[in-house]
């Protein structure tokens, strides 16, 4: 009875899976299969800046609109979770593709 107890306290740990790549190097992963692309948040971060203007002060202004969107703030949400897959990358060790 005491153990059956201790197994219960004991949080049960789930593995994931995960596919480290970039676009140079396209993969198709299961739909469980965590896909973390290398070069996603520099696309984004390129797709979010887009056709801005060379002067600063209207490339701001301009800016400015766009993040109020609802396109850029989900660019934004994309943008976190790539930056959080490239940390999670980092973790596990990979720095490059192939590592």
Known sequence: ??????????PFSSAETS?????????QAPAHVRL???DESERLEAKLSEGLPANQQQAISIMQQR????????????????QQNLLDAWSMGVTKVPA
């Open 67 to 82: 993040l109020k969107s609802s396109d850029a703030q989900r660019l934004q949400r994309d943008l976190a979770l790539a």
């Open 36 to 38: 973390i692309l290398l």
């Open 19 to 27: 596919i480290v790549t970039d676009r140079n190097h396209p993969v």
């Open 1 to 10: 009875f005491l153990i059956l107890i201790a197994a219960i306290q004991v």
